[in-house]
C-alpha cells in the first residue's frame, strides 16, 4: 500500500469525466486500498480516483459515524431530498471553503470493493461527502456551485479549530 500524491487545481485530470469501471481486478483493488491509505493520511473524509491521477469511477468516504471506510465503484446518486447550506472544502483545492447547497438526503449507489451492489442511505456529513466525490467523477469541483464568488474564502488557522462542520472533501 502506498500514500498517493493527491493532485490540486488546475490538474486536468480534475476535469476529466472519469470512466466506469468494468472489472474489480487487483489494478482496482490496489487503487482502492492505496486511495483509503491516502485519504487516512490526509485531513479530509473523502477522495475520488481522478484526485490521485486515475480517472476512473471510484470513490472512499470515510466519516466519524461509520466505522468502515465506504468504497463505491460506478457509484451513482439515485435520490435525493431537501436543500441545505454547508461550509465545504476539498483536497484538490487546498486553503479554502466555500458554501454550496447540498442535499439533506442522498440515496446512492454503486459496488463494493468485492463488487456487489450496494445501496446507501445517508444524511448530515456522508450525504455531502456522496455528492462532493461523485461530483468529482464529472469533473466538478465545489468551487463550480458557488452562488457566487465571495462565497468562497481563505482558510483561516482558527476555521480549522472553530467550525467543526467545516471539512476538505
Ligand atoms: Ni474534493
Do not use: F, W
Not at 55 to 62: D, H
Not at 84 to 109: D, F, N
Amino acid at each position: 500500500m502506498a500514500v498517493l500524491q493527491i493532485l490540486t487545481v488546475p490538474d486536468p485530470v480534475l476535469r476529466q469525466k472519469a470512466k466506469q469501471v468494468k472489472v474489480i481486478g487487483p489494478s482496482v483493488k490496489k487503487l482502492i486500498k492505496n486511495m483509503c491509505e491516502t485519504l487516512h493520511d490526509a485531513p479530509g473524509v473523502g477522495l475520488a480516483a481522478p484526485q490521485v491521477g486515475s480517472s476512473l469511477r471510484v470513490i472512499v468516504i470515510s466519516v466519524p459515524e461509520e466505522e468502515e471506510d465506504i468504497v463505491l465503484v460506478n457509484p451513482e446518486i439515485v435520490k435525493t431530498k431537501g436543500e441545505r447550506i454547508c461550509q465545504e472544502g476539498c483536497l484538490s483545492v487546498p486553503g479554502y471553503i466555500g458554501e454550496v447547497i447540498r442535499a439533506e438526503k442522498v440515496t446512492a449507489k454503486g459496488k463494493n470493493a468485492g463488487g456487489k451492489e450496494i445501496r446507501i442511505r445517508a444524511e448530515g456529513l456522508l450525504a455531502e461527502a456522496l455528492e462532493h466525490e461523485i461530483d468529482h467523477l464529472n469533473g466538478v469541483l465545489y468551487i463550480d456551485k458557488l452562488d457566487s464568488p465571495d462565497k468562497l474564502h481563505k482558510l483561516q488557522p482558527s476555521d480549522m479549530v472553530d467550525e467543526e462542520d467545516t471539512v476538505e472533501i
